[in-house]
């Protein structure tokens, strides 16, 4: 955002991620200054590189959990956008510290970085999945008891925590998101990704987690970013936090028929493993309301479905030229 023509500096960890690349491909149409940190372990150049060299654009090689880089990398910065975090809530079953460490230590170490170099503003990424498991409703951002039932929620929640605690004590001011799922180009993971690849391998036969009537709300990334910087640039409280998504929801067993139907396959059989959800975590039936960020002007531009059919489109076209 430039005020009286002034070009803005931005601090994005996890630029070089997923949404993080789109939110910097964003912000430097604009014209602003931007600082991608990022270690590159899910991240990818190849997100970012059309910025490379350009005046007003560095990346810098660095982990969140290195302190001394991290404090000195964030000098002279006027925004700071958290994006950076355990890319895939499954891995943490298996590494119980992954996501404290990725998630919550990190958090700490960007605040406590912000601090150090007086820096007042910071946006963050947080997670419909702090909510937990919920009855089947519109979850507003005043629900509670917030009880998360994954070390990726927990680590989310508690990234909360921490950013309310430093901006009352340190007179910070934070714009907290808690994403949908986030789905579209450059995806690495997710549901419509396996899809696509499963069925690459196997184009009769498709093992679908679950009994397929998981259903979540799924919003495209180039609405995601226009959210987040919407909420960002017209929230004036000291600690803004809004639902980022849509009103609708997607099922598993609709998103492989669309997969298949995009794919230009016939007769595919799926096999469901049962149960009620994909994995230990997974939060089985989740709905959003979003009236807030309604409200304050902003909704997406896609429904759920819409988000969808445009990321298989999408990610079929990238599949046969994958990003290095």
Not at 32 to 56: C, P
Not at 60 to 78: S, V
Request: glycine share 10%; charged share 20%; proline share 3%.
């Amino acid at each position: 955002m430039k005020q009286n023509n002034k070009p803005t500096s931005y601090f994005i960890t996890g630029g070089a991620g997923f949404i993080g690349s789109h939110l910097v491909d964003h912000i430097m149409s604009e014209g602003n200054n931007v600082t991608v940190y990022d270690n590159l372990t899910s991240g990818k150049k190849a997100f970012i590189e059309q910025h490379l060299g350009k005046e007003n654009f560095q990346l810098i090689i660095g982990d969140l959990l290195d302190m001394e880089i991290l404090t000195q990398a964030m000098k002279n910065h006027e925004v700071v956008c958290h994006l950076a975090a355990n890319p895939d809530a499954r891995a943490g079953i298996e590494h119980t510290n992954l996501d404290l460490r990725l998630g919550t230590i990190a958090t700490y170490n960007v605040l406590e970085a912000m601090r150090i170099n007086g820096i007042k503003k910071l946006v963050f990424s947080s997670s419909g999945t702090i909510y937990g498991e919920t009855p089947v409703m519109a979850l507003s951002e005043n629900y509670g008891p917030l009880l998360p039932i994954s070390l990726y929620g927990a680590s989310k929640l508690a990234s909360e925590g921490l950013i309310s605690a430093f901006c009352s004590v340190f007179s910070m001011q934070a714009w907290m998101f808690r994403f949908a799922n986030v789905i579209g180009s450059r995806a690495t993971h997710g549901v419509i990704f396996d899809f696509i690849n499963k069925l690459k391998i196997n184009p009769v036969e498709m093992v679908i987690l679950g009994d397929g009537t998981q259903e979540k709300p799924y919003m495209y990334v180039d609405d995601c970013v226009d959210g987040v910087l919407y909420g960002y640039r017209h929230a004036k409280g000291q600690i803004n936090v809004f639902n980022l998504g849509c009103a609708t929801s997607t099922n598993v067993t609709t998103i492989a028929n669309m997969v298949v139907k995009e794919m230009g396959l016939k007769n595919v059989k799926f096999k469901y493993t049962g149960g009620d959800r994909g994995w230990t975590g997974d939060v089985p039936q989740v709905r959003y309301n979003v009236q807030k960020i309604n409200k304050l002007g902003w909704s997406t531009k896609y429904t759920s479905d819409e988000a969808v059919s445009k990321t298989i489109e999408v990610l079929i076209e990238e599949s046969k030229r994958p990003f290095v």
